[in-house]
């Protein structure tokens, strides 16, 4: 019985120790040559700070006290953002009625706008018109960016035209297929195609887009769900299942140290399998988008990491990643 128990005991601890040598990213070599990069979400925007952050939400007000004056998802703040050090900036879609991507965060315009009503139902003219920064305030009731974003919601194609030094991350606000399909056709042209980093959102066009164009990735809730699961119970291996290969994977701080490799061997993992990693902020379980956003959520970020970094905060973590790289 001792002999048995004794096998047993060596057993298992040879079994751990395989798994940690398969898994521990100690021995991966050449973190040196791995590059962080960045995600800008909504290029720079104002930042809300009140206590709703459930999705269906008005985060207009209150914001922040304003640094600067940009709106989200205008051609300046994305400008900004990609000087600021973003290697991608995330950018929101609706399709008009006359079939105009207007590139627009809210489901309906009452929130952010002097407008109201949902927004793909507006044609693309009447959206120009609206004032972006009509309702965003800082507290103070005075709403500081009133009549500074009039005729700044810009179109997909006016994105494109401006040739910035980057790439675009493109969410779908709605479900509708034919989204997907009109993007794809969009990106016929071989020069806007380099352009877009990925899609993600609503699943119908997310998987129409990305099963029409070849090389195009995306994700959506469910498709992360299914990879990391699978991966949970198979990753100890190093096998990466189908539905975590040629995607995009976007993981909570706060939830990324399960993954069997976090973080060298699981990016290596990822990236042999065509798939590219994004870390975002912790989640908090009311689909708020956290990012890294600050010092404190930065210095948690692991040294040498080999993917990208979604922020909400373009102006506070590009400077930052810049001084820890000089």
């Not at 989204?179 to 997310?206: C, H, K, S």
């Not at 069997?260 to 590219?276: D, I, L, S, V, Y």
């Not at 692991?302 to 930052?320: H, K, M, Q, S």
Request: some cysteine.
């Amino acid at each position: 019985m001792k002999r048995l128990f004794k096998r047993l005991v060596i057993g298992a601890l040879l079994l751990i120790a395989a798994l940690w040598a398969g898994n521990t990213s100690r021995l991966v070599s050449g973190l040196d040559q791995h590059q962080t990069r960045l995600i800008a979400h909504r290029g720079v925007h104002q930042i809300y700070v009140g206590t709703d952050r459930s999705i269906d939400a008005c985060h207009a007000a209150p914001v922040a006290p304003m640094t600067h004056r940009f709106v989200e998802n205008t051609l300046s703040s994305m400008q900004e953002a990609f000087r600021l050090g973003a290697d991608v900036v995330e950018l929101d879609i609706h399709l008009t009625p006359d079939n105009v991507f207007a590139v627009f965060h809210d489901w309906t315009l009452d929130c952010r706008t002097n407008g109201s009503g949902v927004t793909n139902s507006h044609l693309f003219a009447d959206l120009q018109t609206l004032d972006l920064g009509y309702r965003i305030d800082d507290g103070t009731q005075t709403y500081p960016l009133r009549g500074t974003g009039i005729e700044q919601m810009p179109s997909l194609s006016q994105v494109f035209a401006a040739e910035m030094e980057g790439q675009f991350l493109i969410n779908f606000k709605s479900r509708r297929t034919e989204e997907g399909i009109a993007l794809t056709n969009m990106l016929a042209d071989t020069r806007v195609n380099t352009q877009v980093f990925g899609v993600y959102g609503g699943q119908p066009p997310t998987r129409a887009a990305t099963g029409a164009l070849p090389g195009l990735r995306g994700f959506d809730r469910a498709s992360i769900k299914t990879c990391l699961t699978r991966y949970l119970a198979l990753g100890w291996s190093g096998h990466v299942p189908q539905d975590c290969q040629n995607t995009i994977l976007l993981i909570p701080q706060n939830y990324a140290p399960l993954l069997w490799g976090w973080p060298h061997r699981f990016t290596q993992r990822m990236k042999a399998a065509g798939t590219t990693v994004i870390l975002a902020g912790p989640y908090d379980g009311s689909g708020f988008s956290s990012g890294i956003d600050d010092a404190d959520t930065f210095a948690k970020v692991p040294a040498d990491f080999d993917g990208y970094l979604w922020t909400n905060r373009i102006e506070v973590i590009g400077p930052l990643l810049a001084n820890q790289d000089n």
